[in-house]
């Protein structure tokens, strides 16, 4: 089984800074690509970043410039460090992970998701 630790999560002002981490531990043989999405109130859950196999990064359109991925393979573990966070941050934060279970073949798990909130 595989399972999914996020932390980092929590109440800060706006313009301030988050480093949410998770750490994936298990059954974990290949991992395909990890990254972070996040769903606000009344919206759908969109891609915040991903880190691949290969160290390529994806980003939301919302998210260049002041959202960085970056991981430790040797810990399977995916870092989103959050920079000039705005009120508009404010949502559930899923970590996501893609198991390689064969060639071109994923396995996908999703943590609980952790709270961000910006607010005064």
Request: hydrophobic share 35%; with cysteine.
């Amino acid at each position: 089984q595989v399972q999914l630790v996020e932390s980092g999560g929590g109440l800060v002002q706006p313009g301030g800074s988050l480093r949410l981490s998770c750490a994936a531990s298990g059954s974990i043989f290949s991992i395909g690509a990890m990254g972070w999405y996040r769903q606000a109130p009344g919206k759908e859950r969109e891609l915040v970043a991903a880190i691949t196999r290969g160290g390529s990064t994806n980003y939301g359109d919302f998210a260049k410039g002041r959202f960085t991925i970056s991981r430790d393979t040797a810990q399977n573990t995916v870092y989103l460090q959050v920079n000039s966070l705005k009120p508009e941050d404010t949502a559930v934060y899923y970590c996501n992970l893609n198991l390689a279970t064969g060639r071109a073949a994923y396995q996908t798990y999703w943590g609980q998701g952790i709270q961000v909130t910006v607010s005064l």
